[in-house]
């Protein structure tokens, strides 16, 4: 499942992120990844010692906190601290690679934990006029997406999947990028959960709180309880 979160940055955040990031001393991507994923990876990273990257996750974090979708689609229970990319020149591309499961956060207040990547999601920083190329393609399906979003708008989607970075030949393509643990951990109970609650927001909107919505309420709440592992 694909989930599109439109609008995770306001303007005035984007626009902060953006002069932050441009600003950065950035490093060799490959620092972060497994051998598969290295051998294919050239980008650059926001090292986390940098001065600007505490800030820049809070501002991300603090963005996801306050959007629903991202809490229904994803039903965190841990988002990893938020990492800052850049394709351009000669680090342009990350070739098909699949995420590490487990993810050691080596810095910052949870240091030491591990954390389990159910979830994929890249936030998309730069003006999608401002470069060429630069999708990010999902295998599994007929025609792999090919996923090239708004500046401030983000890409939900398994971290299961087969995936690349396609190159950049014009321009810069800044992004974040996280993992998430999901409170459900099997991905067709959360897509279960996911269907009910968009349908349930759709009968509110359209009857109010009826006797049925409350109903349903329930047995959504029912259901995470069922599945949820806090
Ligand atoms: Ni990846």
């Not at 490959?30 to 800030?55: D, E, I, M, Y």
Request: hydrophobic share 45%.
């Amino acid at each position: 499942m694909l989930v599109h979160l439109p609008h995770v940055l306001t303007a005035d955040e984007l626009a902060r992120a953006q002069a932050a990031l441009q600003a950065a001393d950035w490093t060799d991507g490959r620092a972060t990844a497994g051998p598969q994923a290295a051998s294919v990876k050239r980008n650059q990273q926001l090292p986390a010692g940098h001065p600007a990257t505490a800030a820049l996750q809070a501002l991300v974090l603090g963005a996801l906190d306050r959007h629903a979708l991202f809490f229904s689609a994803a039903l965190p229970k841990r988002v990893l601290p938020p990492a800052f990319n850049r394709y351009a020149g000669a680090a342009n591309h990350y070739g098909n690679h699949v995420d590490q499961a487990v993810r050691h956060i080596a810095s910052g207040p949870q240091a030491g934990q591990r954390v389990r990547s159910d979830l994929s999601c890249t936030l998309f920083l730069s003006d999608p006029a401002s470069y060429d190329g630069g999708e990010l393609v999902i295998d599994g399906d007929f025609q792999p997406p090919r996923i090239k979003l708004a500046a401030g708008d983000a890409i939900l989607y398994p971290a299961t999947s087969v995936h690349r970075v396609e190159p950049v030949t014009r321009g810069a393509r800044l992004a974040s990028f996280f993992w998430i643990e999901s409170l459900v951990r099997c991905t067709a109970q959360r897509r279960l959960l996911f269907d009910m609650d968009t349908a349930l927001q759709r009968l509110r909107q359209r009857d109010g709180e009826s006797a049925e919505a409350v109903a349903l309420t329930g047995t959504y709440h029912n259901l995470l309880r069922l599945w949820a592992d806090t």
